[in-house]
């Protein structure tokens, strides 16, 4: 699994990897390079309940600083600007 964000759109190029719940993810916009409409929305469906896991987490953890310091790279399949 491989999603991309298009390069040449200025509002997904500069996305990078989001630190907190409010940040842009991407997901919505994210590509798979190469595969069918079936699998990039395959792959969208994983990378969001990545992007769940990792929003419960951070609620849970900011009561007592242990929130992730950014979504993780495992399970998101975007890669993002600055990675």
Known sequence: MALTLSSSNPNQSGTTRPATPRDCNGIAHATRSGGTG?????????????????????KLGTSDSSAPSEFPESGSGITYSGD
Request: hydrophobic share 50%; proline share 0%.
């Open 38 to 58: 079936a699998q990039t929305k395959a792959d969208r469906v994983i990378t969001k309940l990545a992007w769940a896991h990792f929003v419960q987490d951070w």
